[in-house]
């Protein structure tokens, strides 16, 4: 896998997904690789967070760099998704992968039986 990008991630949303990743504890490789983000990351209170880093209820424009198209989605607990096309659970590859990237950084995701997406955040809008 190629250099991960440092990450921050808002002391709050660290506790609440540390709290839905226990439950979710072996069940699932994308928590576990969740899991994995969220020990090297640089932890800020969400008050104290840099304009242009993913949080959760972030309405992010990344490029998918394999395709070579831009796709917006709002990153979202599970139980938020819902039916909408424009929401990304934390617990989907794309979701989990993008969780505390900075505007212009790139991220190779592993993708169990197949390669790896290669995705690259364009705009991040924080939720009021």
Avoid: C, Q
């Avoid at 394999?66 to 139980?79: G, I, R, S, T």
């Avoid at 989907?92 to 991220?107: E, K, Q, R, V, Y």
């Amino acid at each position: 896998m190629a250099e991960l990008p440092s990450i921050t991630v808002a002391e709050e949303d660290y506790n609440r997904l540390s709290t839905l990743l226990e439950r979710m504890a072996g069940k699932s490789e994308v928590a576990d690789g969740l899991e994995e983000e969220l020990s090297r990351a640089d932890l800020k209170p969400l008050s104290e967070m840099p304009e242009g880093v993913v949080t959760m209820n972030s309405v992010i424009r990344f490029l998918d760099e394999d395709a070579n198209k831009e796709h917006e989605m709002m990153l979202v607990y599970p139980h938020e998704v819902g039916d909408s096309d424009h929401k990304v659970s934390i617990l989907a590859p794309a979701g989990a992968a993008m969780l505390g990237l900075s505007i212009g950084d790139s991220i190779e995701w592993p993708m169990k039986g197949r390669k790896p997406i290669h995705l690259k955040v364009v705009s991040v809008t924080r939720k009021a």
